[in-house]
T-cell receptor, first 115, second 109 residues
Framework: IAGITQAPTSQILAAGRRMTLRCTQD?????MYWYRQDLGLGLRLIHY???????GKGEVPDGYSVSRANTDDFHLTLASAVPSQTSVYFC??????????????FGPGTRLTVL | GQNIDQPTEMTATEGAIVQINCTYQTSGFNGLFWYQQHAGEAPTFLSY??LDGLEEKGRFSSFLSRSKGYSYLLLKELQMKDSASYLC??????????WGAGTKLIIKP
């Protein structure tokens, strides 16, 4: 693995179904993030995690939950998908341990369509 | 509220210079980032400014004026591969990134 990977690459999902988007990084970054990107809007933060075992809510957390069991993995779950959750989802990570710019690096994204 | 403004779309000619502006109003300031995003791909980091002035990195430069809430990204010697969206993001007082909607740059031969 080099950098950040996300799975699946794309998914079509029926409304009401449960879905987990997976994210794994091999850079040993302490902080990880989930964003959604919609046409005409900036990236919007859904949830974040500053360290393994802790999570926080971003700008648009409703309908989503996350888990961060270890440093490498940060997964996003839609408990009951709705069409408004159709979007491109990006996972990112950064080294926020201090002394650097805390630049965020992004995974390739998951394109999710909820019908 | 917090706001990042960028032009929606710009067009430039191969070999020329283009300046993409970004203005921001955020609760606090802890740095400004520029990212490049090709269609269908992930954003990739270009530059970071936290102090006023110009940061140069090859063909790309980024400028910041904190007192004016203003930044620009300058791209020189444009190449066709520079056709992409350019995203401006500001880290606020909560240490979260606030993102602009991006500027789609179209390069014509």
């Amino acid at each position: 693995i080099a950098g950040i990977t996300q799975a699946p690459t794309s998914q079509i999902l029926a409304a009401g179904r449960r879905m987990t988007l997976r994210c794994t990084q091999d850079m040993r970054h302490n902080a990880m993030y989930w964003y959604r990107q919609d046409l005409g809007l900036g990236l919007r933060l859904i949830h974040y995690s500053n360290t393994a075992g802790t999570t926080g809510k971003g700008e648009v957390p409703d309908g989503y939950s996350v888990s961060r069991a270890n440093t490498d993995d940060f997964h996003l779950t839609l408990a009951s998908a709705v069409p408004s959750q159709t979007s491109v989802y990006f996972c990112a990570s950064s080294d926020s341990s201090g002394g650097g710019t805390d630049t965020q690096y992004f995974g390739p994204g998951t394109r999710l369509t909820v019908l | 509220g917090q706001n990042i403004d960028q032009p929606t779309e710009m067009t430039a000619t191969e070999g020329a210079i283009v300046q993409i502006n970004c203005t921001y109003q955020t609760s606090g300031f802890n740095g400004l980032f520029w990212y490049q995003q090709h269609a269908g791909e992930a954003p990739t980091f270009l530059s970071y400014n936290v102090l006023d002035g110009l940061e140069e990195k090859g063909r790309f430069s980024s400028f910041l004026s904190r007192s004016k809430g203003y930044s620009y990204l300058l791209l020189k010697e444009l190449q066709m591969k520079d056709s992409a969206s350019y995203l401006c993001a500001v880290r606020d007082s909560n240490y979260q990134l606030i993102w602009g909607a991006g500027t789609k740059l179209i390069i014509k031969p």
